[in-house]
């Protein structure tokens, strides 16, 4: 049996403001359904079927759409988390629900054409507490290219970024909740505790991946799925 995916859903989306003064950052629709339509069914269609959905800002809306709209055959428990809760924090509060067994995490805003499977079997053949998706995004400038004597010599447009960044799509074993509390930020205190610690790997991924941060990034997934041509549409 597949894992549990948590998804953190209690963002208010301050940076989408045309879209969410009314209804969650998870609820903002790309191609007709909302982003963490898209997000569940990367994972159900690749045969996870155990959701807990952190729920925070509006997530009474959350929770109508986890009834009437999740992927077909998923199972979904949503757990309100309140509205202003950081990242860790929310896990924190959906532990009780999470069996003493590996968990995926997950936020409700990122998409990509991930193998997951092949994430988890990364995850379960090294052995440590934590993995983290890794990736390299587009840079959203061009760049100018300079010799030493600061003359320009070229340009490049919207280049590849040359460092890795946390792309969500975690896999962790139970053991991580230990270093979690109410007023934990996943992302600086329990990551940075587990990488000192030699417990957090990296899985690389060298495909597609985006984060709907901004209206851009909404109008990019958009355009995306418009087209035919979403990458992380990896289903039927």
Wanted: proline share 5%; glycine share 10%; charged share 25%.
């Amino acid at each position: 049996m597949l894992p549990t995916v948590v998804i953190l859903c209690g963002g208010r989306g301050t940076r989408l403001q045309e879209h969410t003064h009314a209804i969650p950052k998870a609820l903002v629709e790309i191609g007709g359904r909302p982003i963490l339509w898209h997000v569940m069914q990367l994972y159900a269609s690749q045969g996870f079927e155990d959701f807990v959905l952190c729920t925070g800002y509006l997530g009474e809306q959350v929770e109508d759409f986890a009834r009437a709209h999740a992927p077909a055959g998923a199972r979904v428990l949503c757990v309100d988390t309140g509205a202003d809760t950081p990242t860790g924090g929310r896990v924190a509060l959906a532990a009780d629900r999470l069996e003493d067994a590996t968990f995926c995490l997950t936020y409700a805003d990122g998409v990509a054409d991930l193998d997951l499977r092949d994430l988890l079997r990364f995850h379960e053949a090294h052995g440590a507490l934590a993995t983290m998706t890794v990736v390299r995004p587009q840079l959203p400038f061009g760049i100018t290219e300079l010799n030493g004597d600061a003359i320009v010599t070229g340009f490049h447009e919207k280049p590849v970024s040359e460092h890795w960044i946390n792309g969500g799509f975690f896999c962790m074993e139970p053991a991580v909740l230990e270093r979690l509390d109410e007023r934990s930020v996943l992302e600086r205190e329990p990551l940075e505790s587990l990488a000192a610690e030699g417990q957090l790997r990296a899985y690389r991924h060298e495909g597609f991946w985006d984060c709907m941060d901004t209206y851009k990034d909404a109008v990019m997934l958009n355009d995306l799925w418009e087209s035919g041509e979403a990458p992380w549409r990896k289903w039927a």
